[in-house]
Nanobody, 118 residues
Framework: QVQLVESGGGLVQAGGSAKLACAAS????????MAWFRQAPVKEREFVAT????????HYANSVKGRFTISRDNAKNTVYLQMNSLEPEDTAVYFC???????????WGQGTRITVSA
């Protein structure tokens, strides 16, 4: 059974930091690319960041570039999102996504909420 479990959400003041984690099970984690998406209230889900299976290539949405860092630990089957200089506009539910172009896998976690207060 595939499980992606996000953690690290909560209430943060503007300018502060938070680190999200996504623990994966039931998938060949070290073979999958991983990504973070977010969905703010009354908005569509949007891409935040992605990292390849080796962990040596990452890409970011322009809105978070320079503030957020995605990383992974294949030994722990976990992907992280370090978020710095948080802004109220970063308030959203953050979702972990595991995907593979090789086998068409596309798995999602349940999300963790980050609220950034002004």
């Amino acid at each position: 059974q595939v499980q992606l479990v996000e953690s690290g959400g909560g209430l943060v003041q503007a300018g502060g930091s938070a680190k999200l984690a996504c623990a994966a099970s039931g998938i060949p984690f070290s073979s999958y690319d991983m990504a973070w998406f977010r969905q703010a209230p009354v908005k569509e889900r949007e891409f935040v960041a992605t990292i390849n299976w080796r962990g040596d290539s990452s890409h970011y949405a322009n809105s978070v570039k320079g503030r957020f860092t995605i990383s992974r630990d294949n030994a722990k089957n976990t992907v992280y999102l370090q978020m710095n200089s948080l802004e109220p506009e970063d308030t959203a539910v953050y979702f972990c996504n595991a995907y593979s172009d090789d086998d068409g896998a596309d798995e999602w976690g349940q999300g963790t909420r980050i609220t950034v207060s002004a």
